[in-house]
């Protein structure tokens, strides 16, 4: 509400008079202090709003941070999938070099097996000892050879006479009853005479 002009004036005066005689009287007037409300006002809104500018940034690196999180776990679990995604890649290639291995092996069995029947069916127990295509000096259907180790000096006449590393070919007995254990019967290559002889004096070639 306004004060009458006529008020205000009448305030005013009264003011001078007062600050006057203050003056005279030595004495300081002091004039009512001015309405300080739209000051603390105005402060209040500031503070207002820089506590509102405040939590807003303290919003905002709250949101960064959960943000920073989301891209690290986002990161991390790209990782993990990366790493299972190898170690499934080197599963299957180890077994698939297990699978190879073993056919590889599998051939090579075969392949053995198939060369063995193969030589087996070209060559005869007496290929394997040595038959007469290979040696013309020996005898038909011998057994197998023999070199002799140490020299034998036949004391019977139905026995043979040989000196170290001369061959002799071993032949069946006429009849094998006469066989006795650890005697052979065979033909010295050297002289060509036939006869038995210790087997201990020999070593089979």
């Given at each position: ?53 405040g939590e807003t940034e303290v919003k905002k ?145």
């Amino acid at each position: 509400m306004r004060q009458p002009k006529n008020e205000s004036k009448r305030e005013s005066l009264v003011e001078e008079v007062t600050a006057a005689l203050a003056a005279s009287n030595g004495t300081k007037f002091d004039a009512p202090e001015a309405d300080s409300e739209p000051n603390e006002r105005k402060e209040t809104a500031d503070n207002e709003q820089q506590q509102v500018k405040g939590e807003t940034e303290v919003k905002k690196q709250k949101e960064a941070e959960k943000e920073m999180q989301r891209q690290r776990r986002l990161e991390e679990q790209k990782r993990e999938e990366e790493k299972k995604r190898r170690e499934e890649q080197k599963g299957k290639e180890e077994e698939e070099r297990l699978k190879e291995e073993e056919r590889r092996k599998k051939e090579d069995v075969e392949r053995k097996t198939k060369e063995e029947k193969e030589h087996s069916a070209k060559t005869t127990e007496q290929d394997k000892h040595s038959s007469p295509a290979e040696d013309p000096d020996a005898p038909p259907n011998f057994l197998y050879k023999v070199t002799a180790s140490h020299p034998y000096d036949g004391e019977d006449e139905d026995e043979l006479t040989f000196e170290t590393g001369e061959t002799i070919y071993v032949i069946e007995y006429d009849d094998p009853e006469e066989q006795d254990e650890g005697w052979l019967m065979g033909i010295n290559k050297s002289n060509r005479k036939k006869g038995v002889f210790p087997e201990n004096f020999t070593r089979k070639v």
